[in-house]
């Protein structure tokens, strides 16, 4: 990334979150078939491990720490942590837009660190449903996290 530009996230508090995110996060390529960018056979390029939300794994990397990663989405984002599910879409329209993909990095981190669960189709019906189906509940905002108590402090 530019270093101008890291040096501008570092700035504010949702620019911190986002930067700690990106940092300590590996992600696999999108399996939604939709996207213009996406790799031919994106199953085969999943992190191993970490955790599955519907359009692609995430996996936590290079040290994420759990105090650390509270501290920041209390300081940039604290109503995550008030014990409601909160959707990727919620998410990823906070201030303007921090985006969908960061959404589902943010939500995959904290589920991996045990801030929150990650909830999904998957997690929710299992293999009850065809694949097709959960990914259209996953376009429709059904990849949340819960807190199971309010954090904060």
């Given at each position: 990334?530019?270093?101008?530009?890291?040096?501008?996230?570092?700035?504010?508090?949702?620019?911190?979150?986002?930067?700690?995110?990106?940092?300590?996060?590996?992600?696999?390529?999108?399996?939604?078939?939709?996207?213009?960018?996406?790799?031919?056979?994106?199953?085969?390029?999943?992190?191993?491990?970490?955790?599955?939300?519907?359009?692609?794994?995430?996996?936590?990397?290079?040290g994420?720490?759990?105090?650390?990663?509270?501290?920041?989405?209390?300081?940039?984002?604290?109503?995550?942590?008030?014990?409601?599910?909160?959707?990727?879409?919620?998410?990823g329209?906070?201030?303007?837009?921090?985006?969908?993909?960061?959404?589902?990095?943010?939500?995959?981190?904290?589920?991996?660190?045990?801030?929150?669960?990650?909830?999904?189709?998957?997690?929710?019906?299992?293999?009850?449903?065809?694949?097709?189906?959960l990914?259209?509940?996953?376009?429709?905002?059904?990849?949340?996290?819960?807190?199971?108590?309010?954090?904060?402090?």
């Open positions: 990334m530019d270093k101008e530009w890291r040096e501008t996230m570092k700035k504010e508090p949702l620019g911190r979150l986002v930067l700690y995110v990106t940092d300590h996060t590996l992600r696999g390529a999108c399996l939604c078939g939709k996207c213009i960018d996406a790799q031919d056979n994106p199953q085969d390029h999943q992190p191993d491990g970490g955790v599955d939300l519907t359009f692609f794994r995430v996996k936590e990397t290079n994420a720490d759990a105090d650390k990663f509270k501290a920041l989405v209390l300081e940039a984002t604290p109503q995550l942590l008030d014990g409601a599910e909160h959707s990727y879409i919620e998410i329209a906070t201030d303007g837009g921090i985006g969908q993909d960061f959404a589902l990095r943010l939500i995959g981190l904290g589920h991996q660190l045990g801030l929150w669960q990650a909830l999904t189709p998957s997690t929710l019906f299992g293999d009850k449903l065809p694949a097709d189906t990914m259209k509940m996953a376009g429709m905002g059904l990849v949340t996290l819960k807190v199971g108590e309010p954090c904060h402090s």
